[in-house]
């Protein structure tokens, strides 16, 4: 039915397509009624849980009293998640505007730079990915996601941070250094002087849990601000206390950014997302007329709402903290006994592991992810994969998950590398 009545393009993960028919917290339930442990979160967009009842509640009572309305009209949902947002925030990062998905986010937070700075260029990472509409494809920097057409003819992608694959030597604060400074290069070859906008991942997503040492985005933050632009934090997928010592992925940088776009964890998996910036750049939008139907709906602002309450009610933040340092602990563990594991990286439980054919040519594992992801499957664990390669693993499962969830996903990736390590050599 699917292969018939859908767009080719949907893919799906496995060899043999999942069905999932069922979520209760951090697992899931295919048609036969098997459990697996949910290490991906329906791409780091469970954040609460699946189904969580408190979640569930408040939606439903939602839901039978309000289904939409449009901000042409006062309900208090939108305002409350807008001032809660702003509670959480640094001060000055306190107006919002909701929309529906992480690249319609993107998209609004450039125009308003675009707006506010009276420039056009945007600087993105390479690496990066912040969404899949015409214009924010262009922010994305990844071939196997990019078409041939539309586009946004002044973004500049500048070499990211990650020191595993850095073209430049030295220690990681070193490569943060030699990487912020070319910004400067792409701003003086490639643009007239100035800019409108730096964007990033604090830790990139999509792109594997990548990210460079605690002095890049600050370094790269003052050189964009003394061209003109404005800093926009990508926190779609490190938002919401995943990171573990932060609520949100800049501030484990020391950074204080312009614009912060978030969408995925902030639903649970309700159709929400959001730019919070400051007053004075967000006034620019109302030289004209803007506005989004279901930007700010009643049940997508009760999803939001009950999201934030719930992350704080249940500690989920420190949760990620303790129980993801345990995991990583863990991966470097795993690590040392298989030679798969090029690097480990990420913060919280956002985490990635980079799986490689040999350590000293670093060649992508690609065919060994795979066999990993399938061989979890097995095991009843969903893990995710990301990387432009497509060889790291990535784990960002609901923030609920145990100290006990750990030790068995542990356990399932030991023996999945094993297998994994072994069909790989001759
Ligand atoms: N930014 C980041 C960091 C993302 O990971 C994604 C989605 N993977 C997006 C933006 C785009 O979000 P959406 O798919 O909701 O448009």
Known sequence: ??????????????????????????????????????????????????????????????????????????????????????????????????VNSGSEANDLAITMARLFTGHRDVVALRNAYHGGSPSSLGLTSHSTWKFPVGGDGHVHHVVNPDPYRSPFEGTPEEIATKSAREIREIVRYSTPGKIAAFIAEPIQGVGGATHGAENYLREAYATTREHGGLCIADEVQTGFGRTGEHYWGFQNFGVVPDFVTMAKGIGNGAPLAAVTT???????????????????????????????DIIDEDGLQENSRVVGGRFKAGLERLQRSHSLIGDVRGMGLMLGVELVRDRASKEPAKQETLDVLEAMRESGALIGKGGLDGNV??????????????DFALDALDEALGRAGRRQSP
Request: proline content about 6%.
């Open 278 to 308: 400051r007053m004075d750049i967000a006034k620019t939008l109302t030289q004209r007329v803007h506005f989004n139907t279901y930007g700010g709906n009643p049940v997508s602002m009760a999803a939001g709402l009950a999201v934030l």
């Open 1 to 98: 039915m699917r292969r018939q009545y859908m767009n080719p393009a949907i893919f799906h993960l496995y060899r043999e397509p999942l069905l999932i028919v069922e979520g209760y917290m951090q697992y899931l339930y295919d048609e036969t009624g098997r459990r697996y442990l949910d290490l991906f979160a329906g791409i780091v967009t469970v954040s609460v849980g699946h189904s969580h009842p408190a979640f569930v509640r408040r939606v439903q009572e939602q839901v039978g009293t309000l289904q939409h309305s449009t901000t042409i009209y006062l309900h208090p949902n939108v305002a409350l998640l807008a001032k809660k947002l702003a509670s959480k925030m640094p001060q000055g990062l306190d107006v919002t505007y909701f």
């Open 393 to 406: 693993l990535r784990i960002k499962p609901p923030m609920c998950i145990t100290a006990a969830d750990v």
